[in-house]
């Protein structure tokens, strides 16, 4: 097995990352909380750990997590104790990010970013397969009754549709960012809803509903 030297030397860190207070983890199952990761974090004894975060594409694990350390004395070691993990029989690939941090009103308005940036905090969860029509007024009246939101302060937003490719055709659906009272009430939502379907009297199986929880 290689020294630490020699994987440092390997890994020709570029001279601007070389201070770098951040590391992304790529390969990461799509199911990993920062939990999961925080737990193999520990596991591994990596040192000056002072956030973890999944990243978000429109409410979608990417794959991806970041790692924000204290100082960037904890970057080398970091990077030689990640080098021995695995998640769910999986090898994450670590390695040193500079990547910017974005506002908080355009993380959870696109549903882009980290889950620091999103600030769900567990509490929050994605919800898609209603009509492109459908709006958060329609979403709300749908919902009432059923589950407990915050108080005082809007708690449904209809993300933007995904710009069109030759291999991602537009959606025909619309997609919520939907917060929640709590992280079990965020849960049981989940349960709920996820692979139902919208209005089945009207629309038989036209509509079905996905819904996870955005950690």
Known sequence: MA?????????RIPDALQRATQIE????????????????????????????????YHLNPT????????????????????????ISGVHPTAEPSDRPSYATEYAWTEGNGLSSEIKSYG???????????????????????????PQNEAYIFKLPGR????????TLYSRFFVRLDSVSEAHRFVRELHLTY?????????YSLHAHVIH
């Open 25 to 56: 983890l790529s390969n990461v199952p799509r199911t990993a909380t920062p939990a999961d990761i925080r737990r193999l974090v520990f596991r591994a004894q990596v040192q000056g750990v002072d956030d973890v975060s999944i990243d978000y």
């Open 123 to 149: 509490k929050a969860v994605a919800v898609w397969g209603y009509p492109k029509s459908f709006t958060p007024e329609a979403l709300d009246r749908s919902l009432a009754g059923r589950f407990t939101f």
């Open 163 to 170: 710009e069109t490719d030759a291999s991602k055709p537009f």
């Open 198 to 206: 919208h209005a089945p009297l009207q629309h038989q199986a036209k």
């Open 63 to 86: 794959g991806r997590a970041y790692l924000k350390l204290t100082h960037s004395d904890f970057l080398l070691p970091a990077l030689d104790a990640l080098e021995k993990i695995t």
């Open 3 to 11: 020294s630490s030297s020699l994987r440092r030397q390997l890994r």
